[in-house]
């Protein structure tokens, strides 16, 4: 099916172990978005890209890269892992700002101990 | 600095009630405006989204909501809730341009527990 995929779905992490959270959408669409979710804090954007080739900080960088690899894929790096990044963080894509709305992918809960 | 504020983090509803959730948002210029649902252990779908024109926006599931550019508002409301309707609501915006003008940023969420 078409949409955004997210891999992987589960992941328990050691403190300052590293990883790559993957994401990729077949909807052809320019802009990909991660967010992280914790309880009463909403979604929080970590990093953006507007299009292929260009990234920019959101709210919540520190801690994190992101790499667009090309238009379908858009990946976020835990150098070193940290508790306070348990989380469950969310990929999302939009082909235009205005016109269409985000697809999500289902989500990665990631638990740092 | 801009944001969007979703002032009511929980609601309980009954069976059947009408049901309004706010949201304020504080940008230069009025941003493109969204309302997402997400279900427990699910992703966020789109309820509706407000761009320009008609304030009254209708959605899915019988949803809609109300823009009021002088209260830098935009309300989702149902008339008459289902017990299916349980789930977190959040508002999002899009800045209309300038700078951050591809960043889609959600308020806090508003969670709805609706009693049979």
């Known amino acids: 099916n078409a949409g955004v995929t997210q891999t992987p779905k589960f992941q328990v992490l050691k403190t300052g172990q590293s990883m790559t959270l993957q994401c990729a959408q077949d909807?052809?669409?320019?802009?990909m978005y991660w967010y992280r979710q914790d309880p009463g804090m909403g979604l929080r954007l970590i990093y953006y890209?507007?299009?292929?080739?260009?990234?920019d900080k959101g709210e919540v960088p520190n801690g994190y890269n992101v790499s667009r690899l090309n238009k379908r894929e858009f990946s976020l790096r835990l150098e070193s892992a940290a508790p306070s990044q348990t989380s469950v963080y969310f990929c999302?894509?939009?082909?235009?700002?205005?016109?269409?709305?985000?697809?999500f992918g289902q989500g990665t809960r990631l638990t740092v101990v | 600095a801009q944001s969007v504020t979703q002032p009511d983090i929980h609601i309980t509803v009954s069976e059947g009630a009408s049901l309004e959730l706010r949201c304020n948002y504080s940008y230069g210029a009025t941003p493109y405006l969204f309302w997402y649902v997400q279900s427990p252990g699910q992703g966020l779908q789109l309820l509706l989204k407000?761009?320009?024109?008609?304030?009254l926006v209708q959605g899915i599931k019988g949803f809609e909501a109300e823009f009021k550019r002088s209260q830098s508002s935009f309300n989702l409301r149902k008339p008459s809730v289902h017990w299916s309707d349980a789930a977190e609501y959040f508002c999002a915006v899009v800045p209309y341009s300038g700078a951050g003008s591809y960043q889609l940023t959600f308020g806090k969420g508003t969670k709805l527990s609706v009693i049979p």
């Open positions: 407000y761009f320009s024109g008609d304030t």
């Open positions: 909807m052809n669409h320019n802009s």
């Open positions: 999302a894509s939009i082909w235009d700002r205005v016109t269409t709305e985000a697809f």
């Open positions: 890209s507007a299009s292929e080739g260009t990234t």
